[in-house]
């Protein structure tokens, strides 16, 4: 008896010996599991982080307040994005080496964000009205050109205020490389051409455009927004694809999921984006937008007749559509004014040059 527990006790204990080796493996690889799942949570943190690094560091770079505290003289309280209705400017900037540039674009995006009305008016980029930086009328477009260092935006906004007598709250100004790399960094744009025509970039390169749904890069939607000459309705044309590119933008803005691309966007708009929206107030909008992403936006239009003075061509505005266009703007915001703009309808035409387009 003895015997054979003497001899079968070795036995089991090689046995555990055997099993114990044969575990080892097996706990080796949960370790290493657990190990690498740490690790890919730590990156996931360590991205998160970045990431929110990366919309500071851009809104940092992009913020620029305005003179007047960011309140409109329009304006007997100052308002907030996503909390108050609001008027947004948004400025397309054409700047070449030596010139003291002019807005090749501009909108009014106004937003209401409890009835959640949005609507935008294009103003044609020549159109004659006063400009307050300089005290008489000339092209719209100039009043950027006109204003000094540092308040070329702020010049842009009292001459919209005053052309519609309606406040400005906020703005958003780019330039022709910041659109192009935009619309790169959220992977092209899909937009319905109207017609059939061709148009050179920048660089002289013809680029083609064919009449239905198309894909553009960067360089291929810059080139579509900024023809105007082969479009019959002119200015008004290139204002209807301007709106449908920007709408595109943005809803290619929000729908991106790519972590490498939600990268590239934020380093093309920090390098050539300017706005007084604070990176808060960014978030807001974006939660207000998505949740309006799929309404079609307003459109308001200025109607006017083309004109030329001294030999150079304007866009003469008809007053009433103006007027028309500034009391819808005032129903959705709810504004009741503050006292009619001060302006001068008197003033002589004087202009910085000749138009490149």
């Not at 003469?316 to 006292?339: C, F, H």
């Amino acid at each position: 008896m003895s015997y054979y527990n003497e001899e079968r006790q070795p036995t089991r204990l090689v046995r555990r010996k055997v099993r114990k080796r044969k575990r080892r493996p097996f706990r080796r690889l949960l370790r290493l599991m657990l190990v690498l799942l740490v690790f890919l949570m730590l990156g996931g943190v360590a991205y998160a982080g970045y990431l929110a690094y990366k919309v500071k560091t851009t809104a940092d770079e992009s913020y620029k307040g305005l003179a007047n505290g960011n309140k409109s003289d329009l304006r007997m309280d100052k308002v907030a994005m996503g909390k108050d209705p609001v008027n947004i400017l948004l400025m397309g900037v054409e700047s070449y080496k030596g010139s003291p540039g002019h807005t090749d674009a501009l909108m009014v995006l106004t937003v209401n964000p409890d009835t959640k009305e949005v609507a935008i008016t294009s103003i044609p980029r020549d159109s004659r009205t006063y400009l307050p930086v300089i005290g008489r009328k000339s092209k719209i477009t100039h009043a950027y050109a006109y204003g000094k260092k540092g308040h070329k935006e702020q010049a842009t906004i009292d001459a919209v205020e005053n052309f519609l007598d309606v406040p400005i709250d906020y703005y958003v100004r780019t330039n022709f490389q910041g659109f192009k790399e935009v619309v790169d960094s959220v992977g092209g744009i899909d937009v319905n051409v109207p017609f059939d025509f061709d148009q050179k970039n920048l660089k002289g390169k013809k680029l083609y455009f064919h009449k239905g749904k198309m894909h553009l890069n960067g360089d291929e939607a810059l080139t579509y927004v900024q023809m105007r000459k082969q479009d019959k309705r002119g200015d008004f044309g290139r204002q209807d694809r301007q709106r449908q590119a920007m709408e595109a933008v943005a809803h290619k803005a929000l729908s991106i999921k790519s972590i490498s691309r939600a990268d590239n966007l934020l380093q093309s708009v920090g390098s050539n984006v300017q706005t007084n929206i604070s990176l808060k107030e960014l978030f807001g909008m974006r939660n207000f937008y998505s949740s309006i992403q799929n309404k079609k936006l307003e459109q308001i239009k200025i109607g006017g007749q083309d004109e030329y003075i001294n030999g150079q061509y304007f866009f003469e505005p008809d007053p009433a559509t103006v007027q028309k266009a500034s009391e819808r703007i005032k129903e959705i915001l709810n504004y009741k004014g503050k006292g009619a703009a001060s302006s001068n309808s008197n003033g002589d035409s004087s202009e910085l040059g000749q138009d490149s387009n």
